[in-house]
């Protein structure tokens, strides 16, 4: 941009004369930066609510229509000392006789006394040599027995070689052979200790060679590692873990005992805070549709011009743009409309079918599930869903608790109406939430429509702001081409008064 200097012969202040004459112009500039900066805001508040609706759509709605929300199933022990039990869904709802007859232990060996030639104890620097050993070698197997060993190795000894150097080469030799040994020489004591790192029988290890005498390793202060057994309903099971999994129960033996009684049940807890939860989100998400729909509009908050925000403290322009956000989403139809199809699937009665083999129409208030009273509930929260009997709800928790009596008497019938619920209010939900030429998908709103806009305000920002400076640069020249006319005009005269004085 060329440098502007004019009235220094008009004496005029040029640069406020052209800003007024041009104000028409900054103004429509200003107002499409606004409008474009308002409408970014307008889409933060639309992805933030967006998300939470789409949380809700995918994770506790989608998973109450499935049969795998209301089949958790619970196991108990007679002796919780001696057994844990986790439960499966596909475990039996039934009484079981449990003894559990050992648990698994690991093999472990006290090697004898590595004593050198003079009858000392040895040390981690002594050599082979100094205990008697040339050339040599060691051998372990593991497995049940010697004779059915699944893993070996082999270490060669060499008659300088310290215990430090046999303890190395155990350790790396176990490792490459993928034997699971732990080898370890402790000098105070003078002897080799070895233990098996996996439990049971399988993992039983045995040593042998030339150089396992003198190192101790034939010691008989020895323990076989044994497997973990049990017998559940007269049938016994082994495992090298103190863990079996049987029948849909993972059963952890903690201690030898018998005449343990297990017990596996439905799980009517489990059922009822899966619905609690679902009722709890759907909750959420209502108040913030209403908090949303029944914001005040701020119509009287304007967007702030840069000028204006100079004028003001940081606080203050933080607090004036806060009113104007909180607003943005305030009677939108988008909200009202998502928000009364929920309202309209949740108030749905289904035909489900009782025990009995009898069907009844039912819905949420058949469970004690309905709002508050409409007068004393705050604006905000009329939507809200309460749980008669819910220890957690102040306005419900007094009443008589008919959900956790329906799932005790008739746990299916429960399952049965709150997936039909929980599907019925998805496929609403996923209608809304369908691609549209304005709309991707997954999306409760017009994120395209929104975009094309935004797009479009940077065209008109920039068509402003060109005209804007055109408009300055015709007024700057125009007042430049006088200022100049003004200068020959003041030269001119100044010669005439030159030329007179002189005579």
Same mark, same amino acid.
């Given at each position: 941009?060329?440098?502007?200097?004019?009235?220094?012969?008009?004496?005029?202040?040029?640069?406020?004369?052209?800003?007024?004459?041009?104000?028409?112009?900054?103004?429509?500039?200003?107002?499409?930066?606004?409008?474009?900066?308002?409408?970014?805001?307008?889409?933060?508040?639309?992805?933030?609510?967006?998300?939470?609706?789409?949380?809700?759509?995918?994770?506790?709605?989608?998973?109450?229509?499935?049969?795998?929300?209301?089949?958790?199933?619970?196991?108990?022990?007679?002796?919780?000392?001696?057994? /844990? $039990?986790?439960?499966?869904? *596909?475990?039996?709802?039934? &009484?079981?006789?449990?003894?559990? +007859? =050992?648990?698994?232990? @690991?093999?472990?060996?006290?090697?004898?006394?590595?004593?050198?030639?003079?009858?000392?104890?040895?040390?981690?620097?002594?050599?082979?040599?100094?205990?008697?050993?040339?050339?040599?070698?060691?051998?372990?197997?593991?497995?049940?027995?010697?004779?059915?060993?699944?893993?070996?190795? /082999? $270490?060669?000894?060499?008659? *300088?070689?310290?215990?430090? &150097?046999?303890?190395?080469?155990? +350790? =790396?030799?176990?490792? @490459?052979?993928?034997?699971?040994?732990?080898?370890?020489?402790?000098?105070?004591?003078?002897?080799?200790?070895?233990?098996?790192?996996k439990a049971g029988?399988?993992?039983n290890f045995f040593?042998?060679?030339?150089?396992?005498?003198?190192?101790?390793?034939?010691?008989?202060?020895?323990?076989?590692?044994?497997?973990?057994?049990?017998?559940?309903?007269?049938?016994?099971?082994?495992?090298?873990?103190?863990?079996?999994?049987?029948?849909?129960?993972?059963?952890?033996?903690?201690?030898?005992?018998?005449?343990?009684?297990?017990?596996?049940?439905?799980?009517?807890?489990?059922?009822?805070?899966?619905?609690?939860?679902?009722?709890?989100?759907?909750?959420?998400?209502?108040?913030?549709?209403?908090?949303?729909?029944?914001?005040?509009?701020?119509?009287?908050?304007?967007?702030?011009?840069?000028?204006?925000k100079e004028e003001?403290?940081?606080?203050?322009?933080?607090?004036?743009?806060?009113?104007?956000?909180?607003?943005?989403?305030?009677?939108?139809?988008?909200?009202?409309?998502?928000?009364?199809?929920?309202?309209?699937?949740?108030?749905?009665?289904?035909?489900?079918?009782?025990?009995?083999?009898?069907?009844?129409?039912?819905?949420?208030?058949?469970?004690?599930?309905?709002?508050?009273?409409?007068?004393?509930?705050?604006?905000?929260?009329?939507?809200?869903?309460?749980?008669?009997?819910?220890?957690?709800?102040?306005?419900?928790?007094?009443?008589?608790?008919?959900?956790?009596?329906?799932?005790?008497?008739?746990?299916?019938?429960?399952?049965?109406?709150?997936?039909?619920?929980?599907?019925?209010?998805?496929?609403?939900?996923?209608?809304?939430?369908?691609?549209?030429?304005?709309?991707?998908?997954?999306?409760?709103?017009?994120?395209?429509?929104?975009?094309?806009?935004?797009?479009?305000?940077?065209?008109?920002?920039?068509?402003?702001?060109?005209?804007?400076?055109?408009?300055?640069?015709?007024?700057?020249?125009?007042?430049?081409?006088?200022?100049?006319?003004?200068?020959?005009?003041?030269?001119?005269?100044?010669?005439?008064?030159?030329?007179?004085?002189?005579?």
């Amino acid at each position: 941009m060329p440098i502007r200097i004019t009235g220094m012969n008009s004496g005029l202040d040029t640069e406020s004369i052209i800003t007024a004459l041009t104000s028409t112009k900054k103004t429509k500039l200003q107002t499409a930066q606004s409008d474009q900066k308002k409408l970014t805001w307008k889409q933060d508040k639309w992805k933030e609510l967006n998300k939470k609706v789409v949380s809700f759509y995918n994770g506790a709605l989608s998973n109450m229509r499935f049969s795998s929300a209301y089949t958790k199933k619970i196991t108990t022990a007679s002796k919780e000392s001696a057994v /844990s $039990v986790v439960t499966g869904d *596909n475990a039996m709802n039934t &009484d079981q006789k449990l003894n559990i +007859k =050992s648990l698994s232990t @690991s093999a472990y060996m006290t090697g004898d006394k590595v004593k050198t030639t003079d009858g000392n104890n040895a040390t981690k620097t002594t050599e082979m040599s100094k205990i008697g050993l040339g050339d040599s070698t060691l051998e372990f197997k593991v497995g049940k027995s010697a004779d059915s060993a699944t893993a070996s190795m /082999s $270490v060669d000894i060499s008659a *300088n070689d310290t215990i430090s &150097d046999v303890l190395g080469k155990l +350790k =790396s030799q176990a490792s @490459s052979n993928g034997l699971d040994l732990d080898f370890n020489y402790d000098e105070n004591n003078g002897r080799f200790y070895v233990s098996s790192k996996k439990a049971g029988e399988d993992f039983n290890f045995f040593a042998s060679g030339d150089a396992a005498e003198k190192l101790g390793f034939n010691s008989t202060n020895y323990v076989q590692g044994s497997s973990a057994k049990i017998e559940l309903n007269g049938v016994e099971y082994t495992s090298n873990t103190n863990t079996f999994n049987i029948n849909g129960l993972t059963i952890t033996a903690k201690a030898v005992e018998n005449d343990i009684t297990l017990s596996t049940r439905q799980d009517t807890s489990g059922i009822y805070d899966n619905v609690k939860n679902m009722i709890k989100e759907y909750n959420d998400l209502m108040k913030e549709f209403a908090t949303l729909y029944n914001a005040d509009p701020a119509k009287k908050y304007s967007m702030l011009t840069d000028e204006q925000k100079e004028e003001m403290s940081d606080k203050e322009v933080e607090e004036w743009e806060d009113k104007i956000k909180t607003g943005l989403l305030s009677g939108d139809e988008t909200i009202s409309t998502i928000r009364n199809a929920m309202k309209d699937v949740m108030l749905t009665g289904f035909d489900i079918k009782l025990k009995d083999g009898s069907t009844s129409k039912l819905n949420l208030a058949s469970f004690g599930i309905t709002t508050g009273s409409y007068f004393a509930t705050e604006e905000n929260e009329r939507d809200l869903l309460h749980i008669d009997g819910d220890a957690d709800d102040n306005v419900s928790s007094g009443n008589t608790d008919l959900l956790r009596a329906a799932i005790s008497n008739d746990p299916e019938m429960v399952q049965s109406f709150f997936t039909e619920l929980s599907r019925s209010l998805y496929s609403k939900m996923g209608d809304l939430m369908k691609g549209t030429q304005y709309s991707s998908s997954f999306t409760i709103y017009e994120d395209k429509l929104m975009a094309s806009q935004y797009s479009a305000y940077n065209t008109k920002i920039s068509d402003a702001q060109k005209a804007l400076e055109a408009a300055e640069d015709k007024y700057y020249k125009q007042f430049a081409s006088m200022e100049t006319a003004l200068a020959k005009i003041n030269s001119s005269s100044g010669s005439l008064s030159s030329f007179f004085g002189g005579g």
